[in-house]
């Protein structure tokens, strides 16, 4: 037989073949648990070793040292084989006392976790559990959590675009505030101050208003006549209160309503509002927040000369002596007194305004409110009377107007403008339209 042939190794062989057993070798991630059953590196039933290990695990937690990192290690969802590492690591430091010559430990907590890592480690049953929880990782939990970022990403970029708007409504906002203030004639730092101060000015406004009512005679007459013209009546009665503010001023309704002023005037007293700081005030709800009046006057009394045809007489069980005695007197007599009730609001004596009476026209809301209806009639007129004479006069209209009153054919174009423009200027200082200077 021939002698087997010795084949010398070609220097480098050897380190190359050792190179090419370090190479790492590239598995797919969803195969990964797979390669390592099929290997024979772990236990195919590994999930029932690992579920022993669980159970001593949880049984290993109830005694555990107070060490910070220990704690934090716990804190975590699911405990693995690097946990039971560190612990172990951990443990080494803390029971350090319990070791005996031999280098084992006494401690039956370290026993107890380093019986856990065996145990880990026996079969690979760690690779088997780190594999497991590396595929669900992977296929799971990392793209929910891409999904997540991409979500926070979106409203955190909608929420940016939205802080963006909120600004420029806030810039809006604070310009539509400060032009209201201008319109109101305040600066807008101390928004009721200034509102309070302004409510002082009020009547002396109003008096202007009123005097400047004198400036409206030329388009009162001219509406007038056009009315009566058109209209064929000459005791067809238009814009009264206007009329009335013209000839006599700002006057009190009471003067408005009886066509005389009032002897004297009793006007309610306004309560001058505490200074307070700007916030709500809630009122006070309590029982005893409102005192009470020493006398209150319902607006009753007790008249003997009114018959009202009401008698009282005794009934059927006034023998038994179980009857109520309704006398009211003092001195004992039979005789009961009658009793006048008068309405809830007595009406005022003749020549005193009172209550709203009292006020003036352009103060009290509904006779302020006649007088801009009337100031708004008299300026729709003038606007269509500008706009039919602006139009070239046709054979209708100039025989319509040749029997017409010397006021409407001299008319022209810009004295009615004046007159708008008069009506208009009004309008607007008492409306609030026109800005103060």
């Known amino acids: 037989d021939a002698l087997p042939i010795y084949k ?27 390669w390592l059953v099929d290997r024979r590196h772990c236990n195919l039933k590994w999930q029932n070793l690992v579920q022993g290990i ?62 856990i890592v065996s145990l880990y480690e026996r079969e690979n049953t760690y690779l088997a559990e780190t594999a497991s929880l590396l595929v669900r990782s992977v296929s799971y939990e990392i793209p929910s959590l891409k999904k997540q970022i991409a979500k926070c990403q ?13 600004q420029l409504g806030a810039i809006e906002m604070r310009d539509r505030f400060y032009t209201a203030c201008k319109q109101y004639g305040i600066t807008g730092d101390d928004v009721r101050r200034e509102l309070l101060a302004l409510v002082r000015d009020l009547p002396s406004l109003l008096q202007e208003i009123g005097a400047g009512a004198t400036r409206l005679s030329p388009a009162i007459d001219l509406y007038k006549a056009f009315v009566h013209f058109v209209c064929e009546s000459p005791s067809e009665e238009v814009v009264q209160m206007l009329i009335h503010v013209r000839d006599h001023g700002d006057t009190t309704v009471y003067e408005w ?73 003092e001195d004992g007599a039979g005789a009961a007194e009658l009793i006048t009730v008068l309405e809830e609001r007595t009406p005022a004596p003749d020549g005193v305004a009172r209550g709203p009476d009292a006020l003036t026209i352009l103060e009290n809301p ?41 006021v409407l054919q001299g008319q022209t174009s810009e004295g009615v403008s004046a007159m708008l423009s008069t009506v208009t200027e009004l309008i607007g200082r008492l409306t609030g339209k026109i800005g103060r200077a």
């Open 366 to 406: 509904q006779t302020r409110g006649q007088f801009i209806d009337e100031l708004l009639e008299l300026e729709a007129f003038l606007t269509q009377r500008m706009v039919e004479m602006k139009d070239e006069a046709d054979v209708v209209s100039v025989s319509q107007f040749q029997l017409a009153p010397s």
């Open 154 to 166: 979106q409203l955190q970029q909608e929420y940016s675009r939205k802080e963006e708007e909120n």
């Open 8 to 34: 010398r190794p070609v220097d480098g062989e050897a380190e190359r073949m050792q190179d090419i057993q370090s190479l790492p070798i590239d598995i797919q991630t969803s195969k990964l648990l797979d």
């Open 257 to 329: 309503r009886t066509g005389h002023p009032p002897i004297s005037i009793e006007r309610d007293k306004m309560a001058e509002c505490p200074e307070q700081e700007e916030q709500i005030d809630w009122g006070d709800f309590g029982v005893n927040s409102v005192p009470a009046p020493e006398e209150i006057d319902y607006g009753i009394s007790v008249s003997e000369d009114v018959d009202w045809g009401i008698s009282l007489e005794p009934g059927p069980e006034a023998a038994s002596g179980d009857t109520i005695d309704w006398n009211m007197s």
């Open 54 to 115: 669980r159970e001593k695990i949880n049984a290993a937690i109830q005694d555990m040292p107070e060490n910070e990192e220990i704690k934090q290690l716990l804190a975590g969802s699911y405990i693995h084989y690097c946990h039971c590492r560190r612990i172990v690591e951990i443990l080494k430091g803390t029971e350090a006392s319990s070791k005996n010559m031999f280098g084992r430990y006494s401690s039956q907590r370290m026993k107890d976790w380093q019986e």
